[in-house]
């Protein structure tokens, strides 16, 4: 059974003022999050939020799976699009993760990047251990003659381990939640909180992006470690058996991952994971 019932009421309060408000479905249980928002996004939907206390078939990026638990972890999609070229939707994964990690510092004090880290683009570490991962579907418009590829809609999908005790023992000692790193780890932590905090911060970036604010302007070494200097395995893309190692060297204008590679030469990641060697 779940720690703490959801109290949706108590979201909804707190985002009032955003864009989400009044378009958020709770669920106790769904196979996938994201699968709802895709089947509302390709039936003409272009707004909405769905949260589960438990996802029977959650994924995260390539074939991984994730692990959830029963009212134990936060498990949303949101439903969004902005007015903004393709190019500019590049960037989501990183900034979904930025927001995400905005809300777990407000409410549960973790410092940002010495504790609650992202690595490029899309897992959220607390010390050291993966806490939490987005995953981004998109589609898109064509390009006219007059306009470029524009963002048709896109579903950030977000997961995180909230009142996780146990793991799957292959999952311990990489995985983590954010009780489990609490100072007293005795009481579960509301789930609504986090949720209210990162649909607000959500709404921020979305606004900033429709009125083509450019967030890769800031510096995002606040953000994460891993983006400089940081010395990385990228692993192999299913389409490419290599991977290699190297030191991160900051992203490039479109917002990749730059590496220096050990072989020499300098990487742009397109795809594929980054991990310690």
């Known amino acids: 059974m779940p720690t703490n019932p959801f109290d949706l009421r108590a979201v909804e309060q707190a985002i009032a003022d955003t864009s989400f408000a009044g378009h958020i479905t709770h669920l106790s249980t769904t196979p996938s999050t994201n699968d709802l928002a895709l089947e509302a996004a390709q ?6 939020v769905w949260i589960a206390g438990e996802q029977t078939a959650g994924r995260g990026r390539g074939s991984h799976a994730w692990h959830s638990s029963p009212g134990d972890g936060l498990y949303m999609s949101v439903l969004i699009a902005p007015p903004i070229s393709m190019q500019c939707a590049l960037s989501l994964s990183f900034t979904t993760a930025i927001a995400v990690q905005s809300a777990i510092e407000s409410v549960a004090g973790f410092r940002r990047r010495d504790q609650i880290d992202i690595r490029w683009p899309n897992d959220l570490l607390l010390n050291g251990r993966k806490c939490g991962g987005i995953l981004i579907d998109t589609a898109s418009n064509p390009a006219t003659p007059t306009k470029p590829t524009t963002l048709r809609y896109a579903v950030l999908g977000i997961g995180i381990n909230v009142n996780h005790t146990i793991f799957p023992l292959e999952l311990d000692p990489i995985a983590t939640s954010l009780r489990r790193e609490l100072p007293d780890p005795s009481q579960p932590i509301r ?3 986090i949720a209210a905090a990162i649909l607000v911060a959500l709404d921020r970036v979305i606004r900033r992006l429709a009125s083509n604010v450019d967030a890769r302007t800031a510096d995002l070494t606040q953000f994460s470690s891993w ?11 299913d ?3 290599g991977g290699y190692t190297g030191v991160t060297a900051g992203l490039d204008p479109q917002g990749f991952l730059r590496v220096n590679g050990d072989d020499g030469h300098r990487h742009t990641v397109l795809s594929g994971g980054l991990r310690e060697p």
Do not use: L, N, T, Y
Request: proline share 9%; aromatic share 4%; net charge positive.
């Open 191 to 193: 789930r609504e909180p």
């Open 227 to 237: 983006i400089f200097g940081k010395r990385v395995r990228v692993e192999a893309r």
């Open 43 to 48: 039936s003409g939907v272009r707004h909405g």
């Open 239 to 241: 389409d490419d058996p």
